[in-house]
């Protein structure tokens, strides 16, 4: 509400783009089609369409061969997807039953469940709108088998939550 730089009325909604500083760019473009900010496809909007699991094997495929931590393949926004952060990238590891010190290169032919449980995670979030159906992300103890769930450091300053006996794999 403060410093309205553009104020736009659709349909009786009001979007106002409010910049105190004027430092921030606003720019409209003719259509989505010429708008490219360089980011690798939405993960919701893959799961919303249904293409979700044979794009994600097609894409995993692609980087199979990478000495990449696969939690950070997960949250690169560029190249592999865009959506994944911390909080999800932890819930698809556990889901996947995949270690997170594991390597793309060391996966196997997981990528098919590794695809799967992008998807599966990403819907059970999209639906709660919560933070309720977390299973491992800020746990104590691992809910299918009651061991501690431990936070460590793999890059920068963010926490990874896994359960050692369930992501073994």
């Known amino acids: 509400k403060k410093f309205p730089r ?15 500083r004027n430092l921030a760019e606003l720019k409209i473009y003719p259509g989505l089609d010429t708008l490219d900010l360089g980011y690798a ?14 794009s994600l094997v097609k894409r995993l495929d692609e980087i199979s061969m990478s000495k990449v931590l696969v939690k950070s393949v997960l949250q690169d926004q560029k190249g592999f997807v ?18 997170p010190y594991k390597r793309m290169v060391d996966l196997g032919g997981k990528m098919g469940v590794l695809a799967e449980a992008i998807i599966k995670v ?21 809910g299918e088998c009651n061991s501690c769930v431990q936070r460590v450091v793999l890059s ?4 990874t939550y896994f359960c050692p006996r369930c992501q073994n794999d």
Request: net charge negative.
């Open 82 to 99: 865009s959506g994944i952060g911390n909080i999800l990238a932890c819930e698809i590891l556990y889901e996947a039953g995949i270690n």
């Open 41 to 54: 496809p939405d993960v919701l909007d893959l799961y919303l369409r249904g293409q979700g699991t044979l």
């Open 122 to 142: 990403v819907g059970v979030a999209w639906e709660s709108k919560s933070n309720a159906w977390h299973r491992v992300f800020r746990v104590s103890v691992c």
């Open 156 to 159: 920068g300053s963010q926490g």
């Open 6 to 20: 553009v104020t736009l009325e659709i349909e009786g909604f009001v979007l106002q783009f409010c910049d105190p």
